[in-house]
């Protein structure tokens, strides 16, 4: 096979296939049910591996809920923080449960549900995010409803409910004393509806989760009230599965070594920009360090900075770990940069070109 031009997603099924795994584990020693959170990862080419370990997909929107039913089966839920008049009737059309976000929305719109399951978004006022903007429970928070009261005026109205508090949370007795808390304020109701979703932000794949002791929380919780269990893991499900391949284009020193690549935080990376975190990479001992920059005019372009074992010259290859969630949901054509392809380590080791970008598709983005 001729060596794929950079830049690319290299998405490795052997590595996504460790994460499976451990849903594979959690679905069997909880009971829950694991649905793909496709705001964190949309990528289809690999649905084929990824359903027979998930129940199914949960959605932000009409598109979302679509792709779930048409690229990944299984169960589909539809939520979005606002569903708009003229896409109700699609995403009913596509979905086998609705959650709303409000009990407003809830009023407006349940007679269109037509059979499917009803739920409602809770939310605890507590989270674990360390981040404002990512923070669900952060002050005037438009996500859930947060008063007992309300939501006990509407029980009838509604099977379910949505409580999605946690985020990039790998405390496992954090979650245990949250969901604590959260069975203190709402526990009331519990028993009284079939499902619960526990949203996302779980990291129940990374290396020493107590998986036993999660899984037994769970079943626990579900036996507690008689309710379904569902988790919703994005990031979980892909993290560490996929790389992004970038060549060396050019290197300077401006009081810091410095190499430019043939890709762009903000076009391909942007949530380590809105984060303002590092990239990452593996670890080289070496005693050269670089700055590793994007091609996009801006100033703050910037992936890190990486010590390597030798001094970089243009046309070396750099791979970027970390590159599955919210890097290609969030991909887009900022300075025209090329868009990278997204291949695929198939399980018997053989690349697979899922798709490659063109200037006919940065056209049609735009007219
Ligand atoms: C309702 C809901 N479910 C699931 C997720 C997925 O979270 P993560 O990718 O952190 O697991 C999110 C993240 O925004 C969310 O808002
Ligand atoms: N790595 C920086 C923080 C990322 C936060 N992820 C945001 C999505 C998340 N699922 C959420 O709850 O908003």
Known sequence: M?????????????????????????????????????????TWSVFDLMRD???????????????????FGGETHAYSVAYADHEIDAVVANADKIIFNSISQLGR?????????????????????SFDLADPARPFSR??????????????????????????NADFGLFDRMLNQIEEKFGGMFSRIDWISLGGGIHFTGDGYPVDAFCDRLRAFSLRYGVQVYLEPGEAAVTRSTTLEVTVLD??????????????VEAHMLDLLIY??????????????????????????????????????????????????????????????????????ELDGSLRVARAFSFEDYLSSLS
């Open 53 to 71: 370990y998930m129940d199914g997909t949960t959605s932000s929107s009409l598109y979302e809920v679509k792709l779930g039913r048409e690229k």
């Open 109 to 129: 719109f349940a007679d269109r549900a037509g059979g499917l399951s009803r739920g409602l978004r809770l939310n605890p006022g507590i989270s674990s995010s």
């Open 143 to 168: 996500l859930g409803e947060w008063d007992p009261e309300k939501i006990a005026a509407v029980l009838d109205r509604v099977n379910g409910f949505m409580i999605h508090n946690n985020c990039e």
């Open 276 to 345: 303002r975190e590092s990239a990452r990479m593996t670890a080289v001992t070496g005693d050269q360090r670089y700055m590793i920059c994007g091609k996009s005019c801006l100033a703050g372009d910037i992936f890190g900075e990486f010590t390597f074992d030798h001094a970089l010259k243009p046309g070396d290859r750099i791979s970027i770990e970390d590159a599955a969630g919210y890097t290609m949901v969030k991909k887009n054509w900022f300075n025209g940069v090329q868009m990278p392809s997204i291949v695929v380590r």
């Open 2 to 42: 001729e060596k794929i031009q950079t830049p690319y997603y290299l998405i490795d099924k052997s590595r996504l296939l460790h994460n499976l795994q451990t849903i594979k584990r959690v679905r069997e020693q909880s009971g829950a049910k694991l649905l793909l959170a496709l705001k964190c990862f949309a």
């Open 251 to 264: 290197t300077l020193f401006n009081g810091k070594d410095i190499a430019i690549v043939d890709s762009s």
